[in-house]
């Protein structure tokens, strides 16, 4: 990938992001991981390579008035699935919103349907027979509150709840509903909401899916946990220019090294 336009706009959003670094050509592996701090411009990257390739999105965006022109002078060689999408942890928050607001109104129904079932239960000491055919519908709702339990009234009216999970297992089930075979994906710092535990899952769920679905992954993040997937290419967006390095040669890895070697004999005293 290559700006051609980097001299005249060496001082524009997001042309001086890239051109001071002299971070031009990228070479993608199946699974390629930007790294580096905030505003380095690791999103921004995948941005414009998800906007080159025309890759599915869910979210908006904020586009800079020279972004599509950047985009323009960018190129790329080789076949992107028509599936291809860009996936961000703002696509995971609101998977989240959404299923806690679908429940909510669940829950409301419910308990009405509670109180329904009360009233219909109570409206008689003795069950009345059939008097008119224009109040079956009434007799009918009566007949089934008498019949049923509480519980069993509102499932067969109402049908069982969305499956509520906590964060971390509701962003591992939209990852895994979302990623599917022969695509390419953009992952936008896809770890936020993961404990270290759920991050594992992600860790291996990408890398089955690259190598045995035939998925290729473009990730950003600063996880060390994603960072350590087997034979990632990870570009470091911090350093100057901008190179390859192993994931425990990275900043914010070292940074999490040398913490819990600080402590390495507290962890001792524990075993």
Excluded at 133 to 156: A, F, G, H, N, P
Aim: aromatic share 14%.
């Amino acid at each position: 990938m290559r700006d051609m336009k980097s001299t005249c706009y060496s001082s524009i959003y997001p042309y001086k992001l890239f051109s001071i670094k002299d971070f031009y050509d990228i070479e993608f592996a199946p699974i390629t991981i930007f790294y580096g701090g905030n505003g380095c411009g690791k999103t921004t990257l995948l941005n414009v390579i998800a906007e080159k390739v025309k890759a599915k999105r869910m979210s908006p965006f904020n586009v800079s008035p020279f972004f599509r022109q950047y985009v323009d002078g960018c190129s790329y060689e080789g076949r992107v699935p028509s599936q291809s999408k860009v996936l961000s942890s703002d696509d995971v928050s609101d998977y989240l919103l959404n299923t806690r607001s679908l429940n909510m109104g669940i829950d409301t129904r419910r308990e009405e349907l509670f109180e329904e079932w009360l009233a219909l239960k109570d409206s008689g000491i003795r069950f009345d027979p059939l008097t008119s055919i224009e109040k079956y519908d009434e007799w009918l709702e009566r007949y089934k509150s008498r019949k049923l339990s509480q519980s069993e009234y509102v499932r067969r009216k109402l049908g069982a709840n969305v499956d509520m999970y906590s964060n971390g297992e509701s962003a591992i089930r939209f990852w895994a509903e979302q990623i599917e075979s022969d695509a390419l994906y953009l992952l936008d710092e896809p770890e936020n909401s993961l404990s270290i535990t759920k991050q594992k899952e992600l860790k291996s769920f990408l890398q089955d899916s690259a190598e045995n679905f035939c998925c290729q992954f473009v990730i950003s993040t600063h996880s060390p946990i994603l960072l350590s997937i087997e034979g990632a290419k990870i570009y470091d967006i911090d350093s100057y220019p901008v190179e390859c390095k192993k994931w425990t040669e990275l900043e914010n890895v070292r940074s999490y090294y040398e913490f819990f070697r600080e402590y390495s004999d507290l962890f001792a005293n524990n075993n």
